[in-house]
């Protein structure tokens, strides 16, 4: 099956920073890839549609310009959570569409001290 | 807004017994997916169901996409350790650009 990359798998940072999440399909182009929120031991909340070479779509509730999303290839979308706080510590995954299925990447659990 | 509900939130078995979560929506569905996740892992794709009334089996999982197209079951057939983790349904609606709505997962936890 398809693959999805995501890096890193967890990052601790210091309240106030940013921090910077990669989601790359390595074997197909994917010019749609999705970023989901997950909270322990609950379902995938989807915060944004990543589209390749255009502005990402947000769900409502979702901070735009608290977390910065560009997909500037056929095979990279970034997240950024910037000026990070302990509630943004959560565990982030991504996913991307290939023939109709979604592959998702292994996650990133993201802790803000 | 669109919700995809899904029931239980936990399921505790013995090995061998069967299990079933149930999934719903409040409006018609284009198709919908499963996905399983183990603990500490990402979800992995199981099965698109698209037709109405459409029944698909792996192995020891059967997958139901009922006639309305608003509610589907995943029932496993004599549980095994290995099928402990948290299988998700999720919807994709015609007007919503193809986007899947999850369900909330049910937590299957296989007791040997």
């Known amino acids: 099956g398809a693959v999805v990359s995501q890096h890193p798998s967890w990052v601790i940072c210091k309240s106030g920073t940013s921090v910077k999440i990669e989601c790359r399909s390595l074997?197909?182009?994917?010019?749609?890839m999705f970023w989901y929120r997950q909270f322990p031991k609950q379902s995938l909340m989807l915060m944004a549609t990543?589209?390749?070479?255009?502005?990402?779509?947000?769900e409502q509730g979702v901070e735009k310009d608290k977390f910065l999303i560009n997909h500037a290839s056929l095979t990279l979308s970034t997240l950024t959570v910037t000026s990070a706080h302990p509630e943004d510590s959560s565990f982030y995954i991504c996913?991307?569409?290939?023939?109709?299925?979604?592959?998702f990447g292994s996650g990133t659990q993201l802790s803000v001290l | 807004g669109q919700q995809v509900m899904q029931i239980p939130q936990y399921q505790h078995v013995q090995e061998g017994e069967d299990f079933t979560t149930y999934c719903n929506s409040s409006?018609?569905?284009?198709?919908i997916q499963w996905y399983k996740q183990r603990p500490g892992g990402h979800p992995v794709f199981l099965i698109q169901?698209?037709?109405?009334?459409e029944v698909k089996k792996q192995k020891r999982l059967t997958f139901q996409f009922g006639e309305a197209k608003k509610n589907s079951s995943l029932h496993i057939t004599a549980t095994q350790t290995t099928d402990v983790g948290t299988y998700f349904c999720?919807?994709?609606?015609?007007?919503?650009?193809?986007?899947?709505?999850f369900g909330q997962g049910t937590e299957l936890s296989v007791k040997p």
């Open positions: 996913s991307a569409r290939n023939a109709e299925k979604l592959f």
């Open positions: 074997d197909f182009q994917a010019t749609t």
């Open positions: 990543s589209n390749e070479g255009s502005k990402a779509t947000y």
């Open positions: 409006t018609t569905l284009s198709n």
């Open positions: 169901l698209v037709k109405s009334g």
């Open positions: 999720a919807g994709t609606l015609g007007n919503q650009g193809g986007k899947l709505i």
